[in-house]
């Protein structure tokens, strides 16, 4: 018989995540904040059932996965209001999933909770964006116990490609900042070549096929080089998301007194790109930033 999990959150990540595990197999007790997307799964497949709190999906089942935006949505969720958390409904044995990227304390504290009870957490934030969500190639990156890493690993298998266990309560998460400091980094170096090289009159298709055949080369270039110097930032990661990840990565780093200031500069890049009206924009428009300092357009060349 097919297992009965929990799912909260059904956003641009979530939907396609339960999807993947109906698919798969599994029966799936779902809530989300806006109604239409669980009417739309309970009419697509069998497997569904509607559940009206997060405390009624804790009620049905004993392992729920969350896929929510950041962590005051995890603390609502999970502590509830007028005590329809998912914590009233979980005891001895639950576990919670929260794929969520949120804050490393965040997690730490939901998972102390539940223990109290007897129960755990998990924290498996993701990358590998709505393309490896849809695709189940996820890599997801894990804190918690082994034991609970290892019951958890079924499901983790159907949504993701790479899955590693990072270690304790809360390390999934710092994982996932260190990939997003990565990853901003990243678009920062790649945006200020592109745009200096094609100012000075380099084709930036050369630059980008240069760069990526040595020790410069990275996923961002190759991946989103070709659009970036085309002018196209459909998200993809929007802009909005990685800063509020920065906000995460600013904050840890101010708890474990470690200065992060390349990462700081580039986050004050992407708070001017927001106060601009491009917050809804793939992160990759990091270099229209640099072109507006530059005075320089490179799709325009
Ligand atoms: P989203 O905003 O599309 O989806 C979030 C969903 O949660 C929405 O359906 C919303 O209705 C629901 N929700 C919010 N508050 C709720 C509440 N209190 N109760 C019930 N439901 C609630 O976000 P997303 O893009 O799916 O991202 C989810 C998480 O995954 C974020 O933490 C994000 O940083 C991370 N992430 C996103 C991507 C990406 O490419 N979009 C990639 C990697 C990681």
């Known amino acids: 018989m097919a297992e009965k999990i929990g799912f909260i959150g059904l956003g641009i990540m979530?939907?396609?995540?339960?999807k993947n595990l109906l698919n798969a197999g599994y029966e799936l007790v779902i809530h989300n904040r806006s109604r239409a997307v669980v009417d739309r799964l309970d009419g697509e497949f069998d497997g569904v059932t509607a559940a009206g709190s997060p405390k009624e999906v804790g009620e049905a089942v004993s392992v729920v996965v969350t896929m929510l935006p950041d962590s005051p949505e995890v603390n609502d969720v999970f502590y509830g209001v007028d005590g329809d958390g998912l914590i009233e409904a979980m005891s001895a044995g639950d576990l919670l999933i929260d794929m969520s990227t949120i804050a490393p304390a965040t997690a730490i504290a939901v998972n102390a909770a539940l223990e109290e009870r007897g129960a755990s957490a998990l924290d498996a934030p993701v990358s590998g964006g709505d393309q490896g969500a849809i695709a189940g190639?996820?890599?997801?990156?894990?804190?918690?116990?082994?034991?609970?890493?290892?019951?958890a690993m079924p499901i983790f298998e159907v949504l993701g490609g790479t899955v590693t266990h990072c270690g304790d309560a809360g390390a999934g998460q710092t994982v996932k900042a260190c990939n997003q400091i990565a990853?901003?980094?990243?678009?920062?170096?790649?945006?200020?070549?592109?745009?200096?090289?094609?100012?000075?009159?380099?084709?930036?298709?050369?630059?980008?096929?240069?760069?990526?055949?040595?020790?410069?080369?990275?996923?961002?270039?190759?991946?989103?080089?070709?659009?970036?110097?085309?002018?196209?930032?459909d998200p993809g990661f929007r802009i909005d998301l990685h800063r509020k990840d920065l906000g995460i990565i600013m904050d840890t780093g101010k708890e474990f007194g470690v200065a992060l200031?390349?990462?700081?500069?580039?986050s004050q890049l992407y708070d001017a790109l927001a106060a601009n009206g491009r917050g809804d924009l793939d992160h990759s428009a990091l270099i229209t930033a640099i072109e507006t300092m530059a005075g320089f357009k490179v799709a325009d060349r």
């Open 14 to 18: 979530g939907e396609p995540m339960a």
């Open 183 to 233: 990853v901003a980094v990243n678009y920062a170096a790649a945006s200020e070549a592109l745009v200096l090289g094609a100012k000075a009159g380099v084709d930036p298709e050369k630059i980008i096929q240069v760069l990526n055949g040595g020790l410069a080369a990275s996923r961002v270039m190759e991946l989103r080089g070709p659009t970036m110097i085309e002018g196209k930032f």
């Open 261 to 266: 200031p390349v990462t700081a500069l580039v």
């Open 137 to 151: 190639t996820l890599s997801i990156m894990v804190g918690g116990t082994a034991a609970d890493f290892e019951r």
